[in-house]
């Protein structure tokens, strides 16, 4: 079992500053790699960043890219999200996830993940 926690959501406006982190416990030596997805009202759930363990290599969504850096600490089973030049559209509760040992590279779908955390909101005014 992998328990994940986020923090550091929020109120932030527009061309703004925000950044996230995901804490992970338990069974850490078995994660593969980790996301983040987000989910806004009335819409789907979608891909925002992964990061893989081993290597950090890092994968990003067209929406975000650029603007968005997806980092991690191994050594404190802690995944970051650093929000650069928020926009309102950026607006949705965040959620960190972690695949266990799947080196198949579906980073973009939400079934590679195993486990996920409770979800932040982020809010960004315009």
């Known amino acids: 079992q992998v328990q994940l926690v986020e923090s550091g959501g929020g109120l932030v406006q527009a061309g703004g500053s925000l950044g996230l982190s995901c804490a992970a416990s338990g069974r850490t030596f078995s994660i593969s790699a980790m996301g983040w997805f987000r989910q806004a009202p009335g819409k789907e759930r979608e891909f925002v960043a992964a990061?893989?363990?081993?290597?950090?290599?890092?994968y990003y969504a067209d929406s975000v890219k650029g603007r968005f850096t997806i980092s991690t600490d191994n050594a404190k089973n802690t995944v970051y999200l650093q929000m650069n030049s928020v926009k309102p559209e950026d607006t949705a509760v965040y959620s960190c996830a972690a695949s266990i040992f799947d080196f198949s590279g579906n980073y973009y779908s939400s079934r590679y993940y195993d486990y996920w955390g409770q979800g932040t909101q982020v809010t960004v005014s315009s």
């Open positions: 990061v893989t363990r081993s290597g950090g290599n890092t």
